[in-house]
């Protein structure tokens, strides 16, 4: 039996280390747990990693009031010491901008809680819903829109799964389930296989695409169990990665897309131009370049979700349409992401570019 919490990284970092003067054989943990239960979760921590002022740490702390700190350490691994503008530690590290009130920043900026569709499930669009799988990520990207998500009251949690499955059964039009949260692999290899399996007997249902960073921030989750469970369903799968730069994709994450690719026939890339981390031409071209290498398409590339505490990311439209025609006199067509905003109660995302 498994309860909800037993999936949250909270739950997980509080696993006690092994006593070796227990004689109860020590249970073997997945290498992905085990990374998971050694995230860095203080600031300070990833400052001293990193060679940054320790006043920075400060800040961080104060800052992240709201919305806790997490980075695992194989994320740390690809930022550059010393630089306290790496691109990837700029996305993780709180900064005290996150607490000013500025207008038209709000909890909610894509109309979400009005798209609840009882416990789990969101719909917004004609033929595809998303299932919460959970409100755990593995890592706490400071631009994320669900940041104030009520995570605990919308039932995004494996005892939901039932509610959201029948759900999904009574509605014929639902053609396609997006796994969400929080991030869907977090999530034990046997509860996703079940899920997976629930979702699989709906007969009209006929794709599955989950949408995580899990394969970039933590690349050891791809377990054998997982891709023997994508590979063996019936449903068509898709699988969206989240990856904003290319310093991101290292050749732990390469080898990991790599044996996904085996196994799951599209594999997309959604990232957000965030200012400061690929808010220029050269970042974005070299983000393509890298995905294509991983077998990876660029999908989406996402104006920013105006939530609260993350206007110091945001890049002016114009921009994003000029970056966009960049790309395309240096690009193949199929490597030149959509420029989207997500309008709420509009029946689909807006292309812009
Ligand atoms: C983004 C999103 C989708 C997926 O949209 P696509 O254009 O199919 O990629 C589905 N549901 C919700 C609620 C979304 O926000
Ligand atoms: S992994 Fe995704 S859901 Fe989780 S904090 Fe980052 S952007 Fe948000």
Redesign the pocket.
């Known amino acids: 039996m498994t309860t909800a919490q037993t999936f949250f990284p909270m739950e997980i970092s509080t696993v006690r280390v092994i006593d070796r003067t227990n004689p109860q054989p020590p249970m073997v943990r997945e290498v992905w747990k085990q990374e998971l239960a050694d995230a860095v979760r203080d600031p300070a921590d990833l400052c001293d990693l990193l060679h940054l002022d320790p006043a920075l740490a400060q800040k961080s702390k104060k800052a992240s009031r709201d919305f806790p700190f997490l980075v695992p350490r194989g994320f740390i691994s690809r930022m550059q010491p010393g630089d306290p503008n790496d691109p990837l530690l700029l996305q993780v590290l709180p900064r005290l901008e996150e607490l000013d009130d500025v207008p038209g920043f709000v909890s909610d900026p894509v109309g979400e809680q009005p798209a609840r569709r009882g416990a789990g499930l969101i719909q917004k669009y004609h033929g595809r819903c998303l299932l919460l799988v959970t409100g755990g ?1 593995a ?3 400071r631009y ?1 829109f ?1 940041r104030e998500f009520p995570y605990a009251e919308s039932g995004a949690s494996p005892a939901s799964f039932v509610d959201a499955v029948n759900e999904i059964r009574a509605d014929e039009s639902i053609h396609e389930v997006i796994l969400s ?3 869907p692999l977090l999530v034990d290899d046997t509860l996703l296989e079940t899920l997976i399996d629930d979702i699989a007997s709906i007969s009209h249902v006929r794709r599955l695409r989950i949408h995580t ?1 899990i394969p970039v921030v933590l690349p050891s989750r791809i377990t054998e169990q997982l891709l023997h469970s994508l590979n063996t369903t019936r449903l068509a799968v898709c699988v969206v990665i ?1 990856a904003n730069h290319a310093a991101e994709l290292d050749s732990v994450v390469a080898d990991s897309m790599r044996r996904m690719s085996h196994v799951v026939p599209i594999l997309l890339n959604q990232a957000v131009l965030l200012r400061g981390v690929n808010d220029n031409a050269e970042s974005l071209i070299q983000l393509s370049e890298k995905l294509l290498d991983l077998g990876v398409t660029p999908y989406y590339l996402h104006l920013l979700d105006p939530v609260r505490g993350a206007s110091h990311f945001d890049v002016p439209e114009e921009t994003g349409v000029r970056l966009i025609a960049e790309l395309r006199n240096r690009l193949p067509g199929y490597a030149v992401p959509r420029l989207a905003r997500e309008h709420p109660g509009n029946l689909s995302k807006t292309w812009i570019a």
Do not use: A, F, L, T
């Open positions: 990520c890592v706490h990207c994320c669900r949260g929080g991030d960073r989240h």
